[in-house]
């Protein structure tokens, strides 16, 4: 896509993809308003202080990357309603690790101003590493990271600097 920041597109790692298919600060910022409940161009260009070219321009570049899909208003048949696709709803636990992690690290004095719970019981809700075949949490120590089967020239640049820095120890 064109614009300013830097391009991910060439770099082989699994963040870098997704930080170039999310894009930017406003298209985190629409996105997380969908989960609000927003789903009209009006609503996101009341909601937030950005101009209606880059609204429009992020609205079209998250299409294009097949997280959200337009379709005409039924109320209105010229206007159209944006939902998220599979692939943009699958960003939920990114948008409220996120949202949490800034509760947490850059609170107001007050309490939270976003509360992210359980629909059935109102139970507030954690955003942590599960083991994917147990289903048993992880405390953070235990995670880790290593090249998988699609390997990737990122990690194996990054392990390099690791022995490297071992082996001068």
Known sequence: MPGTRTSFEDHDCGFAQALEAIGDQWCLLILRNFFLGLTRYEDFAAHLPISTKVLADRLKRLEARGLIEAAPDPADGRGKIYQLTEKGLDLSS??????????????????????????????????EAVNARTGRRLARA??????GPGGSEVRDRADALLEKRKARK
């Not at 949490?100 to 954690?126: C, H, M, N, S, Y």
């Not at 235990?142 to 090249?147: D, N």
């Open 94 to 127: 990114l948008i409220g690790a996120f949202t949490l992690w800034g509760e947490k690290w850059v609170p107001k004095t007050d309490g939270p101003r976003t509360e992210i719970f359980d629909l059935k019981t109102g139970d507030p809700v954690a955003i």
């Open 142 to 147: 235990r995670v880790g990271q290593r090249t």
